[in-house]
T-cell receptor, first 114, second 109 residues
Framework: NAGVTQTPKFQVLKTGQSMTLQCAQD?????MSWYRQDPGMGLRLIHY???????DQGEVPNGYNVSRSTTEDFPLRLLSAAPSQTSVYFC?????????????FGPGTRLTVL | GESVGLHLPTLSVQEGDNSIINCAYS??????FIWYKQESGKGPQFIID?????DKRQGQRVTVLLNKTVKHLSLQIAATQPGDSAVYFC????????FGTGTRLLVSP
């Protein structure tokens, strides 16, 4: 199993550009989520999904869109990049079941918005 | 909502010592607590979790203690090794995790 994979590893954008961060998992997990991590802070939840076709907002959803058309993939879209979105982005997945809820994190995408 | 805080931004220990990392949370209704380890340039890695119906849980060289009365969580690492050097986060919640700001553990030989 590859676990949770994220692409790209690094990305530089100009203000106003759009892009999609890719996330995929091969563990057949129902639950997937996106977090951002800023220096000196813990991870903050952006959006999450409890299964294909179902998404919901987390703590900091503004400026981001998600969709979940398959169990495996959960892309994060930046609509119009802003410098405040400079951060490291992590995707995570889990079974979402009581008693077995270990969340597996991807390696992260480091995004810089100029 | 929930807020999570850690008591020390940095903890320095000698190899072989026991390490204790603390965390406080705000919501007394919180039910699920997790500790993660994050090495430089990597995603968080699950260490151990505990549910609110327990006050102690042990893993390999790690113990998590939960004190619901004072809303306090701690991670104990026995016989700390250089490979334990990392940032440790506590997180609260079942699927929508709320993370603390992290404690950097520095282990010197």
């Amino acid at each position: 199993n590859a676990g949770v994979t994220q692409t790209p590893k690094f990305q530089v954008l100009k203000t106003g550009q759009s892009m999609t961060l890719q996330c995929a998992q091969d563990m057949n997990h129902e639950y997937m989520s996106w977090y951002r991590q800023d220096p000196g802070m813990g991870l903050r939840l952006i959006h999450y999904s409890v299964g294909a076709g179902i998404t919901d907002q987390g703590e900091v959803p503004n400026g981001y869109n998600v969709s979940r058309s398959t169990t495996e993939d959960f892309p994060l879209r930046l609509l119009s990049a802003a410098p405040s979105q400079t951060s490291v982005y992590f995707c995570a997945s889990s079974t979402g079941t009581v008693g077995n809820n270990e969340q597996f994190f991807g390696p992260g995408t480091r995004l810089t918005v100029l | 909502g929930e807020s999570v805080g850690l008591h020390l931004p940095t903890l320095s220990v000698q190899e072989g010592d026991n390490s204790i990392i603390n965390c406080a949370y705000s919501n007394s209704a919180s039910d699920y607590f997790i500790w993660y380890k994050q090495e430089s340039g990597k995603g968080p890695q699950f260490i151990i979790d505990i549910r609110s119906n327990m006050d102690k849980r042990q893993g390999q060289r790690v113990t998590v203690l939960l004190n619901k009365t004072v809303k306090h969580l701690s991670l104990q690492i026995a016989a700390t090794q250089p490979g334990d050097s990392a940032v440790y986060f506590c997180a609260v919640g079942f699927q929508k995790l709320v993370f603390g700001t992290g404690t950097r553990l520095l282990v010197s030989p």
